[in-house]
């Protein structure tokens, strides 16, 4: 096939998967058809279990190629020999250049044997040599790949995005010898502290509900058919259904999904600890990079601490962190040079897809395996520009403390003696929204959206900093140190940090607050999510927690706003204010609570923060 009418085809596949409606996908179909054949196999793990995968090899391409294998819980069809793709996300260069796409289902999913376990933990002992787990099932699969595909040139790359993403960072563990390049992205990293379902112990609700009955077993689905949620009005029927065990009663009753493992394990205890992916990401002998969104709603958090994991426990392995100004996976989408109503003047997600992704696994994958990429590249918010680090976080950043100051401001000095404190009262029944306007479902907007509708609360603080002459740079992790003094023996503390614009900025964003970063922590974790401990009433006490990294420019003109609230509906669950498990609360256990927030010489509540 000549050059030109090749490219002409590729071009036609991106082209079609941009559009919408069946007449595009068959077009795509047709002109990946002209690329590609596909072949199935049912594949033998160590332990007699057959999963199962689709390969697209290159037509009309002599020579060897790599392979790119993705393993997915959510389906790695269409099935059948004559049923293909419409095309790969990605560079248009990986098909131009004739790689081979490999599909896997996991254990237990799609069209695999077996039985599928959510977030499966590594076994840290295997106790016989048939013993399984995501590991060895990669491991297995890239064992039979590189023998049954007779056009591959002996090199795997291993990617994913969310679930796939775990896969992908999982399977670099006890890497096989042929896998030379993993990219996790957005990866399922901890489902209680940081991604998806719980942030630091606090449940996650709209999200948790989504997902809830997800990987339960075919005799659990007839039991009891999926229930219908939907709603255009999620702020009052979580409300109308008041406690978590109501949902449960009503709606997921008979399920052995998600949700059940969630109301069964309400501490971070061994099933929670034992998913925790950055501790457990050692042996790993290939190439990685992570990947993540500064906006991401579901998997932030993993990007960030699986990068840190394999920094800590792999000395010596090309490893490197991208972060962009994207939500959940929009990297993989055609141009990302805006998102809700910020513009970031420039087509981020196809530079990463040319320039970052293509050429780091062609490197390992097709290459002399010299690393190019530098340690961390990372987009910076507010200025809009891509930066280039050494280290994550940068070395130059200088650790400073933005405390909360009487009157409602911010500032680098410790506070003075007057007006120790500010005040609240947290009312679990009528909990703080999680975003402005008419609440129609969760949406990954909120990341970013204008948080006026807040300011304007009595149950909100708000502290913010003079007019900036120039800019403020904030550079990697985020950190929290609140103390507070409450009537009752539990509450949630959510911390946002706020880009306020200028009163004269163009259009939409003419005192635009911008959310730049934002977490919840339940305090009763505060000193152990394994262990948690009531307040004391009326007692002064310290409630710390990590916000997720940013890199983001204030510009002159603009202000850095804190603001402290107790609830963050329906997003995260309601909090009852006492001391007690959650997932059984009775109505009548919610109350009301009295909250102070001091800045005082003596119990200064500040903002850690990285300044460049």
Known sequence: MKSTGFKLLVSTIASAMAMSGSPAKAEAQAAFRDLYDKSEFMIPMRDGTRLYASVYHPKNRPGKHPILLERTPYGAGPYGPTNLRTGVRGSRRFVESGYIFAYEDVRGRGKSEGVFVNDRPLLINRLKPNDVDESTDTYDTIAFLTKA??????????????????????????????????????????????????????????????FARFGESPAARKRSPVPELSTNDPYRFYLQHSTLAELTETYFKNTDGLWKFIMDHGTYDEYWQSRNLPSHMNHVHCAVMTVGGWFDAEDCWGALHTYRGIEAQNRGIPNTLVMGPWYHGMWAGERGDRFGNIDWGQQTSRRFQEEIEFPFFDTYLRGDGTPGQPEAQVFETGSNRWLKFAHWPPIERKERSLYLQPGRLAGWQRPGPQTPYDEYVSDPSAPVPYQGGKIEDRTREYMIDDQRFAASRSDVLSYQTPVLGKPLRLAGPVAADLFIQTSATDADFIVKVIDVYPNDAPGKLAGYQMLLRADVMRSKFRNSYANPAPLSPSKIESVSFNLADVCHAFLPGHRLMIQ?????????????????????????????????????????????????
């Open 149 to 210: 595909v007779s056009d591959n040139n002996g090199r795997v790359g291993l990617w994913g995005i969310s679930y796939p993403g775990f896969y992908a960072a999982i399977g670099a563990v006890n890497s096989h010898p042929a896998l030379k390049a993993a990219s996790p992205q957005a990866p399922v990293s901890d489902w209680f502290i940081g991604d998806d379902f719980h942030h630091n112990g606090a449940l996650f609700l709209m999200d948790a509900v989504g």
């Open 564 to 612: 402290i609230q107790s609830s963050w509906f329906p997003l995260v669950d309601r909090n009852p204010q006492q001391f007690e498990d959650i997932y059984t609360a009775r109505p009548e256990d919610f109350q009301k609570a009295a909250i102070r927030v001091f800045h005082s010489p003596d119990h200064p509540s500040r903002l850690r923060v990285g300044v460049l």
